[in-house]
């Protein structure tokens, strides 16, 4: 149910109000339907791991893990023939599994070499310095099961004239289903024109590589320092994105550049899983004080560099597919600077502790507790795309060209600017700009949680705690990514808060008082 059933033909402003009476009043719009599930897609999977671990002692300073892992994922199957149906790009036809001569894997490769080795070693240097080292490969599982017509067919309601009119009504219900006939081969040949989905049969096994360097130190005053470098390398990692094969290969040429356009006609997209690599490297620095004397301190900050193919963003079009090294850059959730800091400090007054032990000073300062977390992370990286209608190769994406240093204002509001806009400006037609992926960053995120605790003995199992939190105790507002779609009027603008930064913190300042009885 739409909301143009129920708003005014050329009024935009509508709300789920409309669709709500929609709903009510029995009026679903344009594009109404339902999936008939023909045959009932359920999936079978039988999942095999092996493992040997050994802690060698090789001396009194030397310290040795060896491990080694295997895991077989077999390629998945379906609960009933025909279960699953795999598009083949190459001659245009589906594959319906356990049918026919089609197996009942779809043919799809079972990968039984997946070895992940374990290696760490941690060498006392003295009483107080500790180095450590590490590598180990971790598998992902793979997605081999794939649901194409007709393991779902839609059914839809006639077509409307417009979105403004209803298609027909719930209660007279949907046309009555057809259910497409199975071939007896499992093969469907010429299939309808829609989007499908192709499993490759050699569709690899993802994995990440990781390892580290560490030296830890043991410092006086019950404080440690810890200096790291960090780093993983990851191959063929399933990603949130599929990619559209049926893409356009030649700017300016339309569909006629679309590879099973030019053999069979067909200009729906076929989506193939992006299994994509990835690359992280960063340092690592920690230093705290073990809880002593009431007090306890954590400090760690991280400067690292993410690097890969893949947006963040789910879809089929947000790639170029033509130049695909051109997808290489900065992972969206990437942030160079990362810092943070908890404490917790309990108040050296009352009972058990140094001072005022008894009296009205253990009465009124004894029992508290002060707890606070501060955060600071760098910029997530802005992605300045524009449209493609100049590009004129349908599932690529495309972004404008960039004339000199962009500069940085850091402006927030509407009509102000975050960066300088004027540096870019519209490639030609028929071409890609020359802008990189995220090379430019929004702004960054700064965050104090802070709360107080006051503790009221009642008997020796049985404690009463009053809470008075605050979250965001500085009221500091967590501006979004400003818009950046060159096109757009807003380009350029942070108009938002809080609605797509990785880590979320509250709007404005929140305080919260509570009683808690401990037993």
């Given at each position: 149910?739409?909301?143009?059933?129920?708003?005014?033909?050329?009024?935009?402003?509508?709300?789920?109000?409309?669709?709500?009476?929609?709903?009510?009043?029995?009026?679903?719009?344009?594009?109404?339907?339902?999936?008939?599930?023909?045959?009932?897609?359920?999936?079978?999977?039988?999942?095999?791991?092996?493992?040997?671990?050994?802690?060698?002692?090789?001396?009194?300073?030397?310290?040795?893990?060896?491990?080694?892992?295997?895991?077989?994922?077999?390629?998945?199957?379906?609960?009933?023939?025909?279960?699953?149906?795999?598009?083949?790009?190459?001659?245009?036809?589906?594959?319906?599994?356990?049918?026919?001569?089609?197996?009942?894997?779809?043919?799809?490769?079972?990968?039984?070499?997946?070895?992940?080795?374990?290696?760490?070693?941690?060498?006392?240097?003295?009483?107080?310095?500790?180095?450590?080292?590490?590598?180990?490969?971790?598998?992902?599982?793979?997605?081999?099961?794939?649901?194409?017509?007709?393991?779902?067919?839609?059914?839809?309601?006639?077509?409307?004239?417009?979105?403004?009119?209803?298609?027909?009504?719930?209660?007279?219900?949907?046309?009555?289903?057809?259910?497409?006939?199975?071939?007896?081969?499992?093969?469907?040949?010429?299939?309808?024109?829609?989007?499908?989905?192709?499993?490759?049969?050699?569709?690899?096994?993802?994995?990440?590589?990781?390892?580290?360097?560490?030296?830890?130190?043991?410092?006086?005053?019950?404080?440690?320092?810890?200096?790291?470098?960090?780093?993983?390398?990851?191959?063929?990692?399933?990603?949130?994105n599929n990619l559209n094969i049926n893409a356009s290969l030649v700017p300016g040429?339309?569909?006629?550049?679309?590879?099973?356009?030019?053999?069979?006609?067909?200009?729906?997209?076929?989506?193939?899983?992006?299994?994509?690599?990835?690359?992280?490297?960063?340092?690592?620095?920690?230093?705290?004080?073990?809880?002593?004397?009431?007090?306890?301190?954590?400090?760690?900050?991280?400067?690292?560099?993410?690097?890969?193919?893949?947006?963040?963003?789910?879809?089929?079009?947000?790639?170029?597919?033509?130049?695909?090294?051109?997808?290489?850059?900065?992972?969206?959730?990437?942030?160079?600077?990362?810092?943070?800091?908890?404490?917790?400090?309990?108040?050296?007054?009352?009972?058990?502790?140094?001072?005022?032990?008894?009296?009205?000073?253990?009465?009124?300062?004894?029992?508290?507790?002060?707890?606070?977390?501060?955060?600071?992370?760098?910029?997530?990286?802005?992605?300045?795309?524009?449209?493609?209608?100049?590009?004129?190769?349908?599932?690529?994406?495309?972004?404008?060209?960039?004339?000199?240093?962009?500069?940085?204002?850091?402006?927030?509001?509407?009509?102000?600017?975050?960066?300088?806009?004027?540096?870019?400006?519209?490639?030609?037609?028929?071409?890609?700009?020359?802008?990189?992926?995220?090379?430019?960053?929004?702004?960054?995120?700064?965050?104090?949680?802070?709360?107080?605790?006051?503790?009221?003995?009642?008997?020796?199992?049985?404690?009463?705690?009053?809470?008075?939190?605050?979250?965001?105790?500085?009221?500091?507002?967590?501006?979004?990514?400003?818009?950046?779609?060159?096109?757009?009027?807003?380009?350029?603008?942070?108009?938002?808060?809080?609605?797509?930064?990785?880590?979320?913190?509250?709007?404005?300042?929140?305080?919260?008082?509570?009683?808690?009885?401990?037993?």
């Amino acid at each position: 149910f739409t909301a143009g059933t129920t708003s005014l033909n050329g009024n935009s402003n509508t709300s789920y109000g409309n669709s709500f009476a929609s709903f009510l009043l029995d009026q679903p719009g344009a594009g109404s339907g339902r999936d008939l599930a023909v045959i009932f897609p359920a999936r079978r999977n039988t999942i095999y791991n092996l493992y040997f671990q050994d802690k060698w002692q090789v001396s009194q300073k030397l310290t040795v893990d060896l491990g080694l892992r295997w895991e077989y994922w077999p390629s998945s199957t379906p609960h009933f023939p025909g279960g699953f149906s795999n598009y083949n790009p190459f001659n245009n036809t589906l594959l319906l599994a356990g049918i026919g001569s089609v197996p009942n894997d779809l043919g799809i490769n079972s990968i039984a070499t997946s070895f992940g080795p374990r290696v760490g070693a941690a060498y006392r240097l003295n009483d107080k310095t500790v180095f450590r080292a590490g590598y180990g490969i971790s598998y992902i599982p793979r997605d081999t099961n794939v649901y194409n017509f007709p393991v779902s067919q839609a059914t839809q309601l006639p077509a409307a004239i417009n979105s403004f009119v209803a298609v027909g009504s719930m209660a007279t219900g949907f046309p009555p289903p057809s259910p497409a006939v199975l071939p007896s081969t499992g093969i469907i040949v010429n299939p309808p024109a829609q989007a499908y989905t192709y499993i490759p049969k050699d569709l690899p096994q993802g994995y990440v590589e990781s390892w580290n360097v560490t030296l830890q130190r043991a410092l006086p005053a019950n404080f440690s320092a810890e200096a790291a470098f960090v780093g993983n390398h990851g191959v063929n990692v399933p990603t949130s994105n599929n990619l559209n094969i049926n893409a356009s290969l030649v700017p300016g040429s339309g569909s006629k550049g679309e590879p099973e356009n030019i053999l069979f006609g067909r200009t729906a997209q076929t989506l193939e899983p992006w299994n994509a690599p990835s690359y992280y490297e960063g340092l690592q620095l920690r230093l705290n004080r073990r809880f002593s004397n009431g007090f306890t301190l954590f400090n760690s900050y991280a400067f690292g560099k993410a690097i890969d193919f893949n947006p963040s963003t789910p879809g089929a079009n947000n790639f170029n597919v033509i130049n695909f090294a051109a997808n290489k850059g900065l992972s969206d959730w990437n942030r160079t600077n990362i810092f943070t800091m908890s404490a917790v400090y309990e108040l050296p007054f009352g009972q058990g502790k140094h001072l005022l032990t008894s009296g009205p000073g253990k009465w009124i300062l004894g029992g508290w507790q002060i707890n606070a977390l501060w955060s600071w992370e760098s910029g997530l990286p802005l992605d300045i795309s524009t449209s493609t209608g100049s590009l004129n190769a349908p599932g690529n994406i495309n972004r404008p060209n960039v004339n000199g240093p962009v500069q940085i204002f850091g402006g927030i509001g509407p009509g102000t600017l975050y960066f300088d806009k004027t540096m870019f400006s519209a490639p030609a037609a028929n071409t890609f700009g020359n802008l990189g992926r995220n090379v430019l960053h929004g702004p960054g995120l700064f965050d104090i949680d802070a709360s107080i605790f006051r503790r009221f003995p009642i008997r020796e199992r049985l404690n009463l705690e009053f809470r008075a939190e605050a979250f965001n105790l500085t009221n500091t507002p967590q501006y979004n990514r400003p818009d950046t779609v060159f096109t757009d009027s807003a380009f350029g603008q942070v108009n938002s808060a809080n609605g797509t930064q990785s880590v979320l913190v509250n709007n404005s300042r929140q305080l919260q008082f509570s009683m808690r009885l401990q037993f």
